[in-house]
């Protein structure tokens, strides 16, 4: 299912190498906690070409085996580019994660996540904390390489703490020497959590730094327009699109035809009309379809339209549904239910233009980093409690999703 209306492109020249991968469309979907399940990711990949990441997986339940990791990992024989994404803190932990996802073939590519900036993980050290102890950075980054073998490892990472403790250029260059396949940078810092303004010259910077491996730029991508923009000005190889396709999986299928118009692959007027304006009607084929998968993967249809709820803001953005609608939509305990809701909307109401555009989440403001004890007075990890610290393991997982 897709608005789009151009043919795939029958061989295209890769665009963007991450170790053995090639990709036709330099576009990563970002991990992001309790959205990029299998579900969502096979959603989008039918609006367009990419590669989709997991969810963010606690190393230690994956290496406990818990029920929970286990079906996290799982991915749908249609995703024939297994992603994976790692949190950990400790450097024995995550290497053993790797191992058992490389050992039994369950992922072609595991990312590592030093984004996460929610106080449950960083006041333990964990997330986007983490680079600042650059020697415990350097050992969970240079084992996980190792373990992986010839599956290549990436991360994903934020520019540091806050405007005064950035960690970018130094975990860059040390990811870089452990040998990572690429280098994903979220152009914000812990504090500024979403709020503002990515700073994509940080990602210009970072790529004129670093030259052997691609860097991947992350941040305020809510159009195509946005990504081919970010990849001129900074130089990047690539975008990883978080917030930005949110209720608009279909945002897959814009990125494919700008990037193929930027290639010269088609023209621009040809990628103009593929842009996706869909109507409501559309809007609500797709929300049934991510319900449908939502079922497949939960293997329980009440559980799956508990978990499409949150997605009911992000789908109808900008569509003058009332609130009646948009709460009946959110309080949906069934297919049939859903299909009831439905048959009561207007499916030719046109696309709202800007009013469906733009920031998608909630953006917040500027935080304060929740910290261990003592942790901003050295960059080495000699003085920190390894106990504390291995509790971050268990802390859950957040959002990265830029």
């Not at 990572?180 to 152009?187: F, P």
């Not at 900074?234 to 930027?262: K, Q, S």
């Not at 549904?321 to 709460?327: A, D, K």
Request: proline share 5%.
């Amino acid at each position: 299912m897709s608005p789009h209306t151009l043919s795939p492109e029958s061989s295209p020249a890769p665009r963007l190498r991450i170790g053995p991968l090639e990709l036709d469309v330099p576009v990563v979907l970002a991990p992001m906690a309790g959205i990029t399940n299998t579900a969502f990711r096979r959603l989008c990949r039918e609006q367009g070409s990419g590669l989709y990441v997991s969810e963010m997986i606690t190393s230690r339940a994956l290496v406990e085996r818990t029920p929970t990791s286990l079906r996290l990992i799982k991915h749908h024989e249609s995703e024939t580019t297994r992603s994976i994404q790692l949190y950990g803190v400790d450097p024995k932990t995550v290497s053993e994660a790797v191992k058992f996802l490389v050992g039994e073939n369950l992922a072609d590519h595991v990312d590592l996540n030093f984004g996460c900036p929610v106080p449950k993980v960083t006041r333990r050290g964990g997330g986007s904390a983490l680079p600042w102890k650059s020697d415990l950075f350097d050992a969970i980054v240079t084992g996980a390489v190792q373990a992986a073998g010839d599956v290549p490892l990436t991360i994903k990472m934020r520019k540091g703490i806050d405007a005064e403790h950035l960690t970018f250029l130094d975990a860059a260059r040390a990811a870089e020497q452990a040998g990572v396949a690429a280098i994903a940078l979220h152009g914000r810092t812990a504090n500024e959590h979403y709020s503002g303004q990515a700073d994509w010259n940080s990602i210009a910077e970072l790529k004129q730094a670093i030259t052997s491996v691609p860097i991947l730029g992350n941040g305020d991508i809510w159009s195509a327009e946005d990504a081919v923009r970010m990849v001129r000005e900074t130089g990047c190889d690539g975008v990883v699109v978080g917030r930005g396709c949110l209720g608009r999986p279909w945002l897959f299928g814009d990125l494919d035809a700008a990037f193929r118009a930027e290639y010269g692959q088609i023209s621009q007027e040809e990628a103009e009309q593929a842009i996706a304006k869909p109507p409501l009607g559309f809007v609500m084929q797709t929300m049934r379809r991510h319900t449908e998968l939502l079922v497949e993967f939960f293997e329980d249809e009440a559980h799956a339209c508990r978990d499409i709820r949150k997605h009911v803001a992000w789908y109808f953005k900008g569509y003058g549904l009332g609130g009646e609608l948009r709460r009946s939509l959110s309080a949906v305990e069934s297919l049939a239910q859903m299909d009831e809701i439905f048959g009561t909307m207007d499916g030719t109401m046109p696309y709202p233009g800007e009013g469906a555009e733009g920031q998608r989440g909630r953006a917040g403001s500027p935080k304060k980093v929740h910290l261990p004890n003592g942790w901003l007075d050295s960059r080495t990890s000699d003085s920190i409690d390894r106990a504390a610290l291995a509790e971050a393991e268990m802390s859950g997982h957040g959002v990265d999703g830029g």
